[in-house]
């Protein structure tokens, strides 16, 4: 920590100085951070200031409360979760192969960051309004329904696209829950290979439009 000399030249600790270029995101990284250490969503937004080394006064500039930053852990949440099942998807050519490895990407998404998981889809379900959670939500479930319809040979406004999509849905968010917590673990050793079982054996490829 740097220091300076007073009038009697005894060295005197400053306050450490702020080299972030976005103190938001460096906020954001750090909760996210935290939310998986911890195990649960009872953040200190005291706490990440003093860890990205700024003022408290200067983090609530940015988060009005702890809700306000979880509200953003969930949005960045959804957007790297979108990411995650769209660049799975590109790595496969035929459109049923895409399917299944978006839905291996959203199962490891969930075992890989559970706090954040649970947080996304839990203390955020739908009834809170916030404009960019919403939109961030919205866009990951249109990823999905956007490949369920290519998937189908269905246009994405079809109605059956939709009701396939929440079927899709159903299933690799109940697959995730049964992962996260541990209840596939009793019947095999290799959880991911049990996994990719049960997608490739799910009746939900869309193979033939309904």
Not at 11 to 27: C, D, F, I, T, W
Not at 70 to 98: D, H, I, K, N, Y
Request: aromatic letters at 8%; a negative charge.
């Amino acid at each position: 920590m740097p220091t300076k000399k007073t009038a009697s030249n005894k060295p005197v600790a400053e306050a450490p100085s702020y080299h972030h270029g976005n103190l938001r995101a460096a906020l954001v990284e750090a909760g996210l951070a935290a939310l998986e250490s911890s195990g649960n969503s009872e953040l200190s937004l005291r706490e990440l200031a003093r860890q990205v080394g700024v003022s408290s006064n200067a983090a609530y500039r940015h988060f009005a409360d702890k809700e306000a930053l979880l509200v953003a852990l969930a949005a960045e949440g959804f957007r790297r979760f979108a990411a995650s099942l769209g660049q799975a998807a590109m790595q496969e050519a035929w459109p049923g192969e895409a399917f299944r490895a978006a839905g291996l990407a959203y199962v490891r998404f969930a075992r890989a960051n559970p706090g954040l998981f649970r947080l996304m889809f839990g203390r955020f379900a739908s009834g809170h309004r916030d404009a960019d959670l919403d939109q961030a939500s919205l866009q990951a479930f249109a990823g999905l329904q956007n490949l369920v319809a290519s998937t189908s040979g269905l246009q994405p406004d079809d109605p059956r696209a939709l009701q396939r999509a929440m079927l899709a849905w159903s299933v690799v968010h109940g697959l995730s829950h049964l992962a996260m917590d541990g209840q596939l673990d009793s019947f095999t050793d290799d959880v991911e290979a049990m996994i990719e079982a049960v997608l490739s054996q799910a009746p939900i490829d869309g193979a033939q439009p309904c």
